[in-house]
């Protein structure tokens, strides 16, 4: 299975700052149809986990456009471009290219 | 509004079993690939087992197969999973998703019933 890789796993952020989350993959993420199916997913507290960004750096809808994702192959980035109160909670990256599915372990996002 | 609503989990003895359901809403079922990933007390996502839009076609991580059994009605618009052999590593937040036909992606996800295996 493809293992997903993340840093750092805890990021406090200052109210109105950027915040940036790396995600690596121990092999390419381009599927044979050419696409990379690189996605973020978001979990509040209490919450269930609710898709952000698929294919790399497409928002979902209702997403704010603070949020963005880049990166190609093996590298990955999720950028917030100024974190408010409601961003708080953990981040994971998860590819689909490689069946079965696999998720990194996260990255808790807290303020200061 | 789109929205899946777990139930059926509980506390289960180690060796025992239980049936999950997931009743789907805003959309139908039988135009969509559905999902269950599992997510233990403070523990990350993990990815469990698939069904495409008919049911036809299923599959599972290797720690559940042979225990665990995805299927779906969807004339009721619902999703299952039968699970088998229960043990205490099963105990999970047990989360249905919908996602469009790989390699696409869980979408939408419900709010995830409890199931703890203990004696």
């Known amino acids: 299975d493809v293992v997903m890789t993340q840093s750092p796993l805890s990021l406090p952020v200052t109210l109105g700052q950027p915040a940036s989350i790396s995600c690596r993959s121990s092999?390419?993420?381009?599927?044979?149809?050419?696409?990379?199916?690189l996605n973020w997913f978001q979990q509040r507290p209490g919450q269930s986990p609710r898709r952000l960004i698929y294919?790399?750096?497409n928002r979902d809808s209702g997403v704010p456009d603070r949020f963005s994702g880049s990166g190609s192959g093996t590298d990955f980035t999720l950028k917030i471009s100024r974190v408010e109160a409601e961003d708080v909670g953990v981040y994971y990256c998860?590819?689909?290219?490689?069946?079965?599915?696999?998720f990194g372990p996260g990255t808790t996002v807290d303020i200061k | 509004e789109v929205q899946l609503v777990e139930s059926g989990g509980g506390l289960v003895q180690p060796g025992g079993s239980l049936r999950l359901s997931c009743a789907a809403s805003?959309?139908?079922?039988?135009?969509?690939?559905m999902h269950w990933v599992r997510q233990a007390p403070g523990k990350g996502l993990v990815w469990v087992s698939r069904?495409?839009?008919?049911?036809?076609?299923?599959e599972y991580a290797v720690s559940v197969k042979g225990r665990f059994t995805i299927s779906r009605d969807n004339a009721k618009n619902t999703l299952y999973l039968q699970m088998n052999s229960l043990r205490a590593e099963d105990t999970a937040v047990y989360y249905c998703?919908?996602?469009?036909?790989?390699?696409?992606?869980?979408?939408?996800w419900g709010q995830g019933t409890l199931v703890t295996v203990s004696s």
């Open positions: 998703a919908r996602a469009i036909a790989p390699p696409g992606t869980p979408d939408y």
């Open positions: 805003g959309f139908t079922i039988s135009r969509y690939w």
């Open positions: 069904s495409n839009s008919d049911g036809s076609v299923t």
């Open positions: 092999q390419s993420l381009v599927h044979s149809d050419g696409n990379t199916y």
């Open positions: 294919m790399v750096s």
């Open positions: 998860m590819q689909a290219t490689h069946w079965p599915g696999t």
